[in-house]
T-cell receptor
Framework: DTGVSQNPRHKITKRGQNVTFRCDPI?????LYWYRQTLGQGPEFLTY????????KSRLLSDRFSAERPKGSFSTLEIQRTEQGDSAMYLC?????????FGPGTRLLVL | QKEVEQDPGPLSVPEGAIVSLNCTYS??????FMWYRQYSRKGPELLMY????GNKEDGRFTAQVDKSSKYISLFIRDSQPSDSATYLC????????????FGTGTSLTVIP
């Protein structure tokens, strides 16, 4: 399978805990995006990488959120001190500039 | 004003009907237009991609872009129950900062 993969697919955590999600993009794509999606809404941009460089971050990305793409391949998104409002689907997408291909998402539930 | 506007629905049609889904946008710099299908609790799946104005057909699906009116459409012919999903429009341009802009999605149910 040469599509975008994300792990884990589901995560349940207690408020205050840290969580980390992983995204493996399509290998020939150098652009990688993270989004958050809540019920009834479209994907909400969080951050964007071109190769290993993080080029843009949304104002929504508080200091509890950090993302890395150390070798320009896979990426991780970490949320520290999770809050109930962080409960959402976290989507990763890789891009060839003209369009995007999404992974299956990681569904986070913060209790 | 949002960059991309999309009627959230819900839209309910009988099997076999022609479905029309639409988005409007405000940024004339958008050049790439996409439609995604998203089943419940799954990631969005790229359905159609169009560059600039015009029509593109793929099986039962037709995407139309009218840049002069800043309006895009997705038509589904002979709709099937398996088409029941949320449809998201998205767009970008070479001068829009490498970002993709999404509608909120239209929920479609095709009734057998």
């Amino acid at each position: 399978d040469t599509g975008v993969s994300q792990n884990p697919r589901h995560k349940i955590t207690k408020r205050g805990q840290n969580v980390t999600f992983r995204c493996d993009p399509i290998s020939e794509h150098n652009r990688l995006y993270w989004y958050r999606q809540t019920l009834g809404q479209g994907p909400e941009f969080l951050t964007y990488f071109q190769n290993e460089a993080q080029l843009e971050k949304s104002r929504l990305l508080s200091d509890r959120f950090s993302a890395e793409r150390p070798k320009g391949s896979f990426s991780t998104l970490e949320i520290q001190r999770t809050e109930q409002g962080d409960s959402a689907m976290y989507l990763c997408a890789s891009s060839n500039q003209e369009t995007q291909y999404f992974g299956p998402g990681t569904r986070l539930l913060v209790l | 004003q949002k960059e991309v506007e999309q009627d959230p629905g819900p839209l309910s049609v009988p099997e076999g009907a022609i479905v029309s889904l639409n988005c409007t946008y405000s940024n004339s710099a958008f050049q790439y237009f996409m439609w995604y299908r998203q089943y419940s609790r799954k990631g969005p799946e790229l359905l159609m991609y169009t560059y600039s104005s015009g029509n593109k057909e793929d099986g039962r699906f037709t995407a139309q872009v009218d840049k002069s009116s800043k309006y895009i459409s997705l038509f589904i012919r002979d709709s099937q129950p398996s088409d029941s999903a949320t449809y998201l429009c998205a767009m970008s341009g070479t001068n829009t900062g490498n970002q993709f802009y999404f509608g909120t999605g239209t929920s479609l149910t095709v009734i057998p």
